[in-house]
């Protein structure tokens, strides 16, 4: 069983589109998370939601909204695609301590 | 704010060589320092922590001690082998952060037979 597993693996979009990401961990954990991997690896925060309730939301385009129905799912609906969204997005999942359980990533293609 | 320096790749050695990867941070508080490892086309795997000052973190025959009078959390390993090839991710997290992780920019690390 994957612990945190996120769908598609690859999105190849034309600018403009709306796209999601879903996200889902089976590990019973409290808080998710969204990472942004940019094309030098760089790793960065966008959300944290503890509970459903966001946490964490750092300075990312309000084009980018998360969802979470439910504390064992975190979507990521992406509106008005832009090049410069291009990366791979990781989802994780943690029981608050700071060390989290990554899903295999999705990378993001906007041409 | 909190941040995580680390330092530059690629690093290439042969195989049974010594590894060091340095990671030094800067935090507002007391946080836990992590050691992630991402191999290719995979996320991101938790390596070893530490959540205090002196810890030792150690796994899979890594090491890194947790130096709060350095600010340094460097990464060791005494023998690599070729599948220690990846990119390796320094980082750490305050709880009032949300314990969200902040991540250093990754090494990455690529080792010959």
């Known amino acids: 069983d994957t612990a945190v597993s996120q769908t598609p693996k690859y999105l190849v979009t034309q600018m403009g589109n709306d796209k999601s990401i879903k996200c889902e961990q089976n590990?019973?954990?409290?808080?998710m998370y969204w990472y942004k991997q940019d094309s030098k690896k760089f790793l960065k925060i966008m959300f944290s939601y503890n509970n459903k309730e966001l946490i964490i939301n750092e300075t990312v385009p309000n084009r980018f909204s998360p969802k979470s129905p439910d504390k064992a799912h975190l979507n990521l609906h992406i509106n008005s695609l832009e090049l410069g969204d291009s990366a791979v997005y990781f989802c994780?999942?943690?029981?608050?301590?700071?060390?989290?359980?990554f899903g295999q990533g999705t990378r993001l293609t906007v041409v | 704010g909190d941040s995580v320096t680390q330092m530059e790749g690629p690093v290439t050695l042969s195989e049974e060589a010594f590894l060091t990867i340095n990671c030094t941070y800067t935090a507002t508080g007391y946080p836990s320092l992590f050691w992630y490892v991402q191999y290719p086309g995979e996320g991101l795997q938790l390596l070893l922590k530490?959540?205090?000052?002196?810890d030792k973190g150690s796994n899979k025959g890594f090491e890194a001690t947790y130096r709060k009078e350095t600010t340094s959390f460097h990464l060791e390993k005494g023998s690599v082998q070729v599948s220690d090839s990846a990119v390796y991710f320094c980082a750490l997290s305050e709880g009032a952060a949300g314990n969200k992780l902040t991540f250093g920019g990754g090494t990455r690390v690529l080792v010959k037979p």
């Open positions: 994780a999942s943690s029981l608050g301590a700071g060390d989290a359980f």
């Open positions: 530490a959540t205090k000052a002196d």
């Open positions: 590990l019973g954990h409290d808080t």
